[in-house]
């Protein structure tokens, strides 16, 4: 009997131990954001696309990629580090990995720094100097800046969405080495998708955010000033995204496109702002943040698929 136990163990240690190490890795790659990753790629792909009028040089969009998706996941890492005892008041984020105990702070703290450290170095070394700068900024801006000033601010969110709006500058600057005005209307369209994005978030979720002591806009100034808020920030969004066709990096079929998703969002942001507090403007804040989420690859495929080959600025 002892003999067969013994060989049962044998055959299921081995299973056990890798199911181990499948769940390490995966609490170490959530630390990262996968998710917040693959959108700053996203947007780097599509600095890099638009500056060099869709023909994209292979070797250079390679490492600064892998520069700039090295960069969001140390600033993710360091985020989670220095978010852990505030994502434990939170239900959507107490299960992440260090609040609940899984990675030792150590760990994240050690990960976050080398591979920043790795990110600035490929950037510097494979793809130019400038571009390294503006992912060190963004780095700066967002770890120790933008995750201490949430705390105490609900304006720490134009810090996150300057820090949000550097990768598709850093792609641009990849190709030209220079800041054109097209690598600023890139910066501009993400800036300004970033503030109804977030705070359409903190609208529904703002019990939430209140539990965790976080001085939201809609906690501190209520919901009507930011449902205006909102509104600005669409509406000037709208505009700054049609940037792109007088600088001749895009044509008129991204114009149709643009018109029609931005004014998409503005008509959501304007019911917003007409509706009286209750369970019917909560619904329309979760649908004008899907609608967020929808808009932005939206909009990008639609650089992707007009861009010229002689981008303004270039």
Not at 189 to 195: A, D
Request: glycine share 10%.
């Amino acid at each position: 009997m002892s003999s067969a136990i013994s060989r049962e163990e044998r055959r299921i240690l081995p299973a056990r131990r890798a199911a181990t190490v499948r769940r390490a890795l995966s609490d170490y790659v959530s630390l990262t954001k996968p998710g917040i990753v693959s959108l700053v790629l996203f947007t780097t792909l599509a600095g890099l696309w638009l500056a060099s009028g869709g023909r994209l040089p292979g070797e250079v969009a390679l490492w600064t990629l892998l520069g700039t998706g090295l960069a969001a996941a140390s600033a993710a890492a360091l985020n989670n580090y220095l978010d852990r005892e505030l994502d434990r008041r939170m239900e959507r984020t107490r299960s992440r990995p260090l609040p609940a105990g899984r990675v030792r702070p150590v760990e994240a703290l050690g990960g976050g720094l080398f591979l920043g450290a790795a990110a600035i170095l490929t950037l510097a070394l494979r793809t130019n100097p400038l571009s390294a700068t503006l992912a060190l900024l963004a780095l700066l801006a967002y770890v120790p800046l933008y995750t201490t000033l949430k705390r105490t601010t609900p304006w720490a969110i134009l810090v996150g969405g300057l820090t949000g709006a550097l990768p598709p500058m850093i792609g641009w600057t990849a190709v030209t080495a220079r800041l054109d005005l097209g690598a600023w209307v890139l910066f501009g369209i993400l800036f300004l998708w970033q503030i109804p994005h977030f705070w359409s978030l903190a609208l529904y979720k703002r019990d939430e955010y209140a539990r965790a002591g976080l001085p939201l806009l809609p906690l501190v100034a209520g919901e009507d000033p930011t449902w205006r808020q909102i509104t600005l920030y669409t509406a000037g969004l709208l505009l700054v995204s049609l940037g792109l066709y007088p600088l001749g990096a895009v044509g008129a079929p991204y114009v149709g496109a643009a018109l029609l998703l931005g004014l998409g969002f503005l008509v959501l942001a304007l019911r917003g702002l007409r509706l009286p507090s209750g369970p019917a403007r909560d619904r329309l804040a979760r649908t004008l943040f899907l609608y967020s989420l929808f808009y932005l690859p939206a909009l990008s495929l639609a650089m992707f698929l007009d861009a010229r080959p002689t981008p303004g600025g270039s």
